[in-house]
């Protein structure tokens, strides 16, 4: 049981690249979520997907987009890489079948865009 | 949105004392409330949680008391160690999650 698994854990870009992040979750949770974290900073909501074939933006959608591919896996692409997007990507994913639950993280990729 | 503010954002006490954080949210309608702890390059990890049917919730060292009134919640640390040092977070549910900017916790061995 692995959790929160994404892909890479590294990354280094040129600006005007694409890319694309992977997450995926083993847990058979509904809710998958995209973070942002900038050096010293809080966690910021870029999107989120309540429950399989939904998407919704966060706080920071600018410049992402995003397909829950099924309900294991949600993925969060680059089109045109710009340096304000370097930055540590966390993923996470929650349960909403009972009670109240926490968000489980991934251990994050950390972009470099030059 | 909902609006979650923590104090304080640095916080530096000596090993075996005592450390508390605050967090106070806007939305009256939101009824659970984690904490998040994050070591230097690792993930948020969950510490603790509360829901709002209990005012208070222990697990060893670490508690977490919730005013539903004044819509705010603390998380408390007691003995603290020097593996305590990281930054803390809490957060707010109401929908998706709403999370505090962080707490940078220093102990001084």
């Known amino acids: 049981n692995a959790g929160v698994t994404q892909t890479p854990k590294f990354q280094v870009l040129k600006t005007g690249q694409s890319m694309t992040l992977q997450c995926a979750q083993d847990?058979?949770?509904?809710?998958m979520y995209w973070y942002r974290q900038d050096p010293g900073m809080g966690l910021r909501l870029i999107y989120y997907?309540?429950?399989?074939?939904?998407?919704d933006k966060g706080e920071v959608p600018n410049g992402y987009n995003v397909s829950r591919l099924n309900k294991r896996e949600f993925s969060l692409r680059l089109e045109s890489a710009a340096p304000s997007q370097t930055s540590v990507y966390f993923c996470?994913?929650?349960?909403?079948?009972?009670?109240?639950?926490?968000?489980?993280f991934g251990d994050g990729t950390r972009l470099s865009i030059l | 949105g909902e609006n979650v503010e923590q104090h304080p954002s640095t916080l530096s006490v000596q090993e075996g004392d005592s450390a508390v954080i605050k967090c106070t949210y806007s939305?009256?309608?939101?009824?659970?409330f984690p904490w998040y702890k994050q070591e230097l390059g690792k993930r948020p990890q969950l510490i603790i949680d509360?829901?709002?049917?209990?005012g208070e919730k222990k697990d060893q060292r670490i508690a977490v008391t919730l005013n539903k009134t004044a819509k705010h919640f603390s998380l408390h640390i007691t003995e603290t160690q020097p593996e305590d040092s990281a930054v803390y977070f809490c957060?707010?549910?109401?929908?998706?999650?709403?999370f505090g900017s962080g707490t940078k916790l220093n102990v001084k061995p």
């Open positions: 847990m058979n949770h509904n809710s």
């Open positions: 996470a994913s929650r349960s909403l079948s009972s009670s109240n639950q926490p968000q489980h």
């Open positions: 509360i829901r709002s049917n209990v």
């Open positions: 939305d009256s309608a939101s009824n659970y």
């Open positions: 957060a707010v549910d109401f929908n998706k999650f709403y």
């Open positions: 997907s309540a429950s399989e074939g939904t998407t």
